[in-house]
């Protein structure tokens, strides 16, 4: 045998589990020359890196239109609020069976409760119920109907206008006080003052202790009280007393409101 054939003899014999083996070290080897050819190659040359673009999810487009914040931009636009006179005050979300109910006040004041699908004016409807606001359906249309909302602020840079001065502050009129009656005396008639703010406005007359014959002549009446003698204005009780031992005088008094004049003797 030659020497050829003796070596050729020594070598194993193929098997399929050789042949895999030797497929199996082809491919790590070209797989080990592309990512070496990768580390060492420039990129310029071949052209700009451009990243893989992402594939788009099935739900992106949903989720892109979705605002967990305001549900209303999910039904497309934003919302359209009622011009009607209507008015929002409670809400009552039912989400198992997507219905609910609402209290909202006709324009002409009542407060009624109604149920989706219920009308609440003619051809207008109650089509949904959320926490805050509820959807009517009007003319084929969606309007809105929020509740109430704080007023609206003040405009930015506005100058409030300054407040008036307090001016002075008005005093009430001032109380008449009189004091009781005295207990009858000597004299024919009794004068008592009238007070007002801590000035005599006038001077009551009463019944002395000739039991009333002098007070009845003179022309006095229960209640009368005297507010001028001679035309002049009473500012005293002695001013009062000093007329008394004049004679004849003229009176002015007051007897429930009204001013009478008389012609008196009071010292009789």
Known sequence: MSRSGRLLGRLPRPTVYSAAELILLVLIAVQAARLFWLL?????????????SRLAAPGDAALANFDPFF?????????????????????????????GSAIIA?????QLSFAVGEEILPGVILTAVAFDNVTISRNGGQ?????????????????????????????P????????????????????????????????????????????????APGDVIVAINGQRV??????????????VTVTVDRGG???????????
Do not use: C, Y
Not at 86 to 96: I, P, Q
Not at 106 to 110: I, K, V
Not at 258 to 268: G, K
């Open 173 to 220: 009129p001032s109380p008449i006080v009189s004091a009781p009656p005295p207990p009858p005396s000597g004299q024919p008639i009794n004068f008592q003052p009238r007070l007002s703010g801590g000035r005599v406005t006038g001077v009551i007359v009463s019944p002395g202790g000739d039991g009333g014959q002098a007070f009845r002549a003179a022309g006095f």
């Open 40 to 52: 060492v190659s420039p990129v310029g040359p071949v052209g700009d890196w451009r990243p893989e």
């Open 235 to 248: 500012g005293s009780l002695e001013q009062a007393r000093a007329a008394a031992g004049g004679g004849d």
């Open 106 to 110: 006709l324009p002409d004041g009542r």
């Open 71 to 99: 549900r209303l931009q999910a039904a497309g636009g934003p919302a359209v609020v009622t011009s009607l006179n209507l008015k929002l005050h409670g809400t009552r979300e039912d989400r198992a069976s997507g219905r």
């Open 143 to 171: 309007e809105q109907i929020f509740l109430d909302q704080p007023p609206a602020a003040e405009t930015a840079g506005a100058v409030p206008a300054p407040a008036a001065p307090p001016g002075p502050r008005a005093q």
């Open 258 to 268: 009204r001013a009478i004049t008389m012609r008196v003797r009071l010292n009789r």
